[in-house]
């Protein structure tokens, strides 16, 4: 068969939440092309630190002991989304997680655990303040992947530190293995590395196969089913980035490599709609010696403080939350990037960040770019970063009197359970009273946009008018988020990926062919 006569039952486009998708495809009896616009397999996926996923009264919390219902994170969800997106697909979502982890464990390939994670909302109604909403997979190794072994992109340190990745995977790269090790033992599919989809091919309305180009290589492959587009964002692309008004850049997202927004083109061109495209999933970032501001979290000590010397935010807050807060007060003008971290040496002169996700080099780099800066006073360290010395020394004692009674009355620190995930439940309100005094760069990081194509409860895409295109589907980031401009828990982007990538191709097998 020639490449012009190439054919499949389903073309899968992309391999972080894809593989979901082509997993499920070929467990229902279709052939599957999944292709990869890299040369590894997992995007933006495999970064994830957990691999979790918001997916709540699943089997494995259901093992746990949780007595959640599926009403009361029904309610949860919908108070926290609102009517940003169709109710009809908030549902899909919140009510089909258990379902797919239900689905998984009949294969042994897969195995998850109980994480709990604190909802990020949690004065919201029927938050769940002791996190039993949240899944991730277990650690599996790299051998056994069988011919995929090696192949799983991440983690971070590796891409960008040049670190040599572990044997065992874990987190999202853990998830994205187990999916290959379960495709591995399904001859129906067929996986391409270095092949991004470029282009859609139509048939009177319907979407009837793609254009891959395979390396650098225009492929034609046709379908009898349909396409799902799971190809990440637009993170990447900065050009993108700026015609929808995304903030922040490119150099500072923590999405995958293939994350360029070609899937989004492609369907754009064939006339699917759009929502959210000036979305993402945000978080403050830690500034690192090349320059790119990477997610951070868990925060032990420390305030935000901006060019005016005050503090601005919740530090403990949510990313997402702290994100958003930041992007306002870019807009109205009262803060703009990069903003500081200013700690005492209670524990050093490291900045207290724990989960920094690319780690931490030799920390002269930091000072010799002028990311750290060290005083024994406020009012030094406020010269050193160019912030007002009043200002600086008026918002330590603030703080330190807030502290000083554990309930922050200007930001709501510790206010929320989230807020004192890591910090054993206690205040995470730790005094500033230990010279030397020190500041660190932070800038405005995101795990990826989340603005995409525009889907039904069946993740089939839709036009401009509401009406299914026929053969096209999406999920994941190239998917317009259910989420819509919230992030309401740990694991809510790979969950919905996951999920409507499965929806995908349970529709799919349930179509006659299109021939």
């Not at 989304?81 to 042994?108: F, N």
């Not at 039993?132 to 790299?142: E, F, S």
Request: aromatic share 8%; charged share 20%; with cysteine.
């Amino acid at each position: 068969m020639s490449d012009s006569d190439l054919e499949f039952d389903v073309i899968v486009a992309g391999s972080g939440g894809g593989l979901a998708g082509a997993y499920t495809a070929a467990r229902e009896n279709l052939s599957v092309l999944l292709v990869e616009a890299t040369d590894l397999f997992g995007g933006t996926t495999s970064f994830s630190g957990g691999g979790g996923m918001w997916f709540p009264c699943n089997p494995v919390l259901q093992r746990a002991g949780t007595d959640d219902t599926i009403d009361k994170a029904l309610t949860y969800f919908h108070a926290v989304v609102g009517e940003r997106t169709p109710r009809e697909l908030q549902d899909a979502y919140v009510r089909g997680g258990a379902k797919l982890i239900e689905y998984l464990e009949q294969d042994p390939a897969f195995e998850f655990t109980a994480l709990p994670w604190p909802d990020y909302y949690g004065t919201a109604p029927e938050a769940r303040t002791d996190g039993y909403r949240h899944t991730i997979p277990l650690p599996v190794p790299d051998a056994a992947l069988g011919k995929y072994a090696g192949l799983v992109r991440g983690p971070l340190d590796t891409e960008r530190l040049g670190a040599e990745a572990p044997d065992l995977l874990v987190g999202g790269r853990a998830l994205v293995g187990r999916f290959l090790a379960a495709l591995d033992k399904l001859p129906t599919v067929t996986c391409w590395l270095n092949a991004p989809l470029v282009d859609l091919i139509t048939e009177n309305g319907r979407v009837v196969g793609a254009v891959i180009e395979r390396d650098g290589a225009p492929v034609r492959v046709t379908t009898r089913r349909g396409v799902l587009l799971a190809s990440g964002g637009f993170e990447q692309n900065a050009e993108m980035r700026a015609e929808y008004g995304v903030p922040g850049h490119a150099t500072d997202s923590m999405g995958g490599p293939g994350s360029t927004g070609r899937a989004h083109r492609a369907a754009i061109a064939v006339g699917a709609d759009v929502d959210l495209m000036d979305q993402a999933w945000w978080s403050p970032g830690m500034t690192h010696p090349d320059g790119r501001s990477a997610f951070a979290l868990w925060f032990t000590g420390g305030i935000f403080v901006n060019q005016q010397g005050r503090r601005f935010v919740n530090e403990s807050a949510p990313y997402d939350r702290i994100g958003r807060d930041i992007i306002d007060q870019m807009q109205n003008g009262s803060t703009r990037l990069p903003f500081w971290m200013i700690y005492d040496n209670r524990d050093g002169d490291i900045p207290p960040v724990k989960a920094t996700n690319v780690s931490m080099v030799e920390p002269e780099k930091y000072r010799t770019a002028g990311l750290w800066h060290s005083a024994d006073t406020l009012a030094e360290l406020a010269g050193a970063i160019g912030v007002p010395a009043a200002e600086l020394e008026a918002t330590v004692a603030r703080y330190n009197e807030l502290a000083a009674t554990g309930i922050d009355d200007d930001f709501g620190r510790g206010g929320e359970a989230y807020d004192r995930a890591f910090s054993g439940g206690e205040s995470p309100m730790v005094p500033l009273d230990t010279p030397p005094y020190h500041a660190a760069v932070f800038g405005l990081s995101d795990l990826g946009t989340k603005g995409g194509l525009r889907t039904d409860t069946h993740a089939r895409v839709l036009d401009a008018d509401g009406a299914a295109i026929p053969g096209l589907y999406a999920a994941g980031n190239t998917m317009a988020a259910v989420s819509g401009t919230t992030y309401p828990g740990g694991g809510n982007p790979i969950g919905a990926s996951m999920l409507f990538s499965h929806l995908a191709a349970l529709d799919m097998a349930t179509q006659s062919s299109a021939e």
